[in-house]
């Protein structure tokens, strides 16, 4: 298992429930993975590790073979080369009958949220050092979650995300909100780029989310009028405007051994 994201806490127990395989975690920022090296510290896992590598340095590493490779949130913080570059690094990794899965940050969902982009990154208009950007933004975070008008539109979304943000790191809230790397994706793009790259979709990690039953009646029943033919992404597509879906957690597989 090869997880790109976090300070492995996931991998824990697939470690303890699998002591015959190898589980790899690695994150880009250091602060991000550091609680899982010390935990690690204290309950040793001989068949788990962790590690922290840039983009460059991971996607030029030498890793194996995985059956399971996880990418979470970094699809979403590269540019489209870096996006071809990790499926190819995917695709390089992974066992033959292995299966990976992205999550990344999807429309229409992020729409919203990119009304708090915005706030932030003209707040950080104001300051003029470095030091001065992450506390800018949590200000403009403060007033965002305080000065909501009752009557704003926009709202209920809007307090989502801002909850979401108020629990991110440093790091997480630049690469997220006010650097302009995040780059959110409707569901049909995603699946392009990864079909250029060899893959083929499988369906979502939590299969639930693609029933529209798993929302309402009303989305059900307007679900099979507006897209009553066979087509799995369209109606995956339609699903995703109907609730305004955020993200996905999306299961490709080698299209060479798609089944």
């Not at 824990?12 to 602060?31: C, E, H, K, S, T």
């Not at 890793?63 to 870096?82: H, K, M, P, T, W």
């Not at 990864?194 to 939590?206: T, V």
């Not at 679900?223 to 299961?251: E, N, S, W």
Request: proline share 5%.
């Amino acid at each position: 298992v090869c997880l790109v994201w976090g300070d492995g806490a996931n991998l824990r127990a697939f470690a303890l429930a699998n002591p015959q395989a190898q589980a790899v975690g690695i994150d880009l920022d250091a602060g991000d993975i550091a609680p899982g090296e010390h935990w690690l510290t204290q309950h040793p896992l001989p068949n788990l590790q962790l590690a922290v590598l840039d983009l460059p340095a991971l996607l030029g590493s030498e890793l194996g073979a995985f059956d399971y490779i996880v990418v979470r949130g970094v699809f979403s913080l590269v540019s489209g080369e870096g996006r071809a570059a990790l499926l190819a690094f995917c695709q390089r990794h992974l066992s033959p009958d292995g299966v990976t899965c992205f999550g990344y940050n999807t429309y229409p969902g992020w729409k919203s949220a990119e009304v708090l982009q915005d706030a932030m990154q003209m707040h950080l208009s104001l300051v003029d050092s470095p030091e001065a950007q992450n506390p800018s933004a949590r200000g403009m975070l403060v007033f965002m979650a305080m000065g909501l008008a009752d009557n704003n539109p926009q709202r209920p979304a809007l307090q989502e995300f801002i909850r979401e943000a108020k629990q991110f790191s440093d790091v997480d809230l630049a690469l997220h909100y006010y650097q302009g790397l995040n780059q959110p994706c409707y569901l049909m793009d995603f699946l392009t780029q990864a079909s250029e790259a060899g893959f083929a979709w499988l369906g979502d990690a939590q299969p639930c989310t693609e029933l529209a039953e798993h929302y309402s009646d009303n989305v059900v029943q307007l679900h099979q009028t507006i897209c009553p033919y066979d087509h799995k992404l369209m109606k995956q597509q339609y699903l995703d405007f109907a609730v305004g879906r955020k993200h996905r957690y999306t299961l490709l597989v080698s299209t060479a051994h798609a089944g």
